[in-house]
């Protein structure tokens, strides 16, 4: 069964640097998101893309935030400068179409670690 | 916005007892209810969801029931067996386009007592 792939599996950066996530979503799939999730907390939304361009940002996804698909398959999350408080687990996921009849399916997630 | 609440945030259970999680949603335009299983160090997994227009699903020992007068839906699981022991989380998502992102609850972590 096809699946998403995230790399790395654990990031450690140094505050203020800038640091990418990427993701391979499964090959035929439409849509992408980004979600966060801080140890011992709920899964987040941060961000959605489709057609090469943000369908939609949370509140957490500010301008330090920014999402690229450079080719037909990667999709990437980078952060510019990062804060302590951005240490979290970041999972990609995507779906073929959007609307209730498409499970958004979920990569393995990337620990991120900011000291 | 949207928000989700799940209770209880921990349940502890004896095998072969049943467990339920319940959870509240206050957008009314929400119309699709999934619930995901995470394992420790691992990604979510869709279990099971529901659509706005049916009232209960079920597949096997796990069943979801919706409530939309009420904004209730729950996740029933029978038969409870250590393997079942995880965090589960049950989200919303409202229909209105190109994005339908996924609101969480906040979890509940199941421990199955062998």
């Known amino acids: 069964e096809p699946e998403v792939t995230q790399t790395p599996s654990h990031q450690v950066t140094q505050m203020g640097q800038e640091v990418i996530l990427r993701c391979v979503p499964i090959?035929?799939?439409?849509?992408f998101y980004w979600y966060r999730q801080i140890l011992g907390q709920k899964v987040e939304f941060l961000v959605s893309?489709?057609?090469?361009?943000?369908?939609?940002k949370s509140e957490i996804f500010d301008d330090q935030f920014s999402v690229e698909r450079p080719d037909g398959s990667n999709f990437t999350l980078k952060i510019r400068s990062t804060k302590l408080e951005d240490s979290a687990m970041y999972f990609c996921?995507?779906?073929?179409?959007?609307?209730?009849?498409?499970?958004?399916?979920f990569g393995p997630g990337t620990r991120l670690t900011v000291t | 916005g949207e928000n989700v609440e799940q209770h209880p945030s921990t349940l502890s259970v004896q095998e072969g007892d049943s467990a339920v999680i319940k959870c509240t949603y206050s957008?009314?335009?929400?119309?699709?209810f999934p619930w995901y299983k995470q394992e420790l160090g691992k990604r979510p997994q869709l279990i099971i969801d529901?659509?706005?227009?049916?009232g209960e699903k079920k597949d096997q020992r796990i069943a979801v029931t919706l409530n939309k007068t009420a904004k209730h839906f729950s996740l029933h699981i029978t038969e409870t067996q250590p393997e079942d022991s995880a965090v589960y989380f049950c989200?919303?998502?409202?229909?209105?386009?190109?994005?339908?992102?996924?609101?969480f609850g906040t979890g509940t972590l199941l421990a199955v007592q062998p």
């Open positions: 996921a995507s779906s073929f179409l959007a609307g209730e009849s498409y499970e958004q399916y």
């Open positions: 090959s035929n799939h439409l849509y």
């Open positions: 989200a919303a998502v409202i229909d209105g386009g190109a994005t339908n992102k996924l609101i």
């Open positions: 957008d009314s335009a929400s119309n699709y």
């Open positions: 529901i659509r706005s227009n049916v």
């Open positions: 893309f489709y057609n090469n361009e943000i369908s939609e």
